[in-house]
């Protein structure tokens, strides 16, 4: 695949605590996302960044925050999580194919929110 | 902001059949991508779309970018078990800013 790890991979948490995801990346891309997938609703994008310190907000960022201190990390955080929350949460990066971008998925993270 | 719509949600079919599912965006897109999300896994890019009513084959699919490039189909021939999964449309739009807007899916089963 695209050099991609998430963590972790499965996560029980409950309401109010603060959690944290991982996105890992081999490759040095610049662009990285991170979505949350619930039924019905197929991929949603949160949060994505095109560089070091630099984010923006994607669809449904409210709850959500973000932080890419080098390169190859970009993180994920749920301040105060919340039942709302549960969901499968994947990271992606952008590459450049025929000079347009598409995505390549990590494995995914389970997180439930109790 | 831009919505895109795909139908049907689920697709169930006899192993054999042929299978489509249609994808529409409310702005024009400069391109149009195919995912594929097996289940259990994560989403696998299949293919792009960028030119007005261009068709790419790979194997037994077939895809199509309309010729407003706002509207895209993806057709199985003779569908497999080994294509049981959920398939995903994404599109770019031509304006504003250039984020990957996904459908919601077709998840595709299939009766051996």
């Known amino acids: 695949d695209a050099g991609i790890t998430q963590s972790p991979r499965h996560k029980v948490t409950e309401t109010g605590t603060p959690v944290t995801l991982r996105c890992h990346q081999t490759?040095?891309?610049?662009?990285m996302y991170w979505y949350r997938q619930d039924p019905g609703h197929g991929l949603r994008l949160i949060h994505y960044?095109?560089?070091?310190?630099?984010?923006d907000k994607g669809e449904v960022s409210d709850g959500y925050s973000v932080s890419r201190s080098k390169t190859e990390d970009f993180l994920l955080t749920l301040e105060s999580a919340t039942s709302s929350q549960t969901s499968v949460y994947f990271c992606?990066?952008?590459?450049?194919?025929?000079?347009?971008?598409?995505?390549?998925f990590g494995p995914g993270t389970r997180l439930l929110v109790l | 902001g831009q919505q895109v719509m795909q139908i049907p949600q689920y697709q169930h079919v006899q192993e054999g059949e042929d299978f489509t599912t249609y994808c529409n965006s409310s702005?024009?897109?400069?391109?149009i991508q195919w995912y594929k999300q097996r289940p259990g896994g994560h989403p696998v890019f299949l293919i792009q779309?960028?030119?007005?009513?261009e068709v790419k084959k790979q194997k037994r699919l077939t895809f199509q970018f309309g010729e407003a490039k706002k509207n895209s189909s993806l057709h199985i021939t003779a569908t497999q078990t080994t294509d049981v999964g959920t398939y995903f449309c994404?599109?770019?739009?031509?304006?504003?800013?250039?984020?990957?807007?996904f459908g919601q899916g077709t998840r595709l089963t299939i009766n051996p």
């Open positions: 779309l960028v030119k007005s009513g």
């Open positions: 994404a599109g770019l739009s031509s304006q504003g800013a250039q984020k990957l807007v």
């Open positions: 490759e040095n891309h610049r662009y």
């Open positions: 992606a990066i952008g590459r450049n194919r025929q000079r347009q971008e598409t995505q390549y």
């Open positions: 702005t024009t897109l400069s391109n």
């Open positions: 960044s095109y560089g070091v310190k630099d984010t």
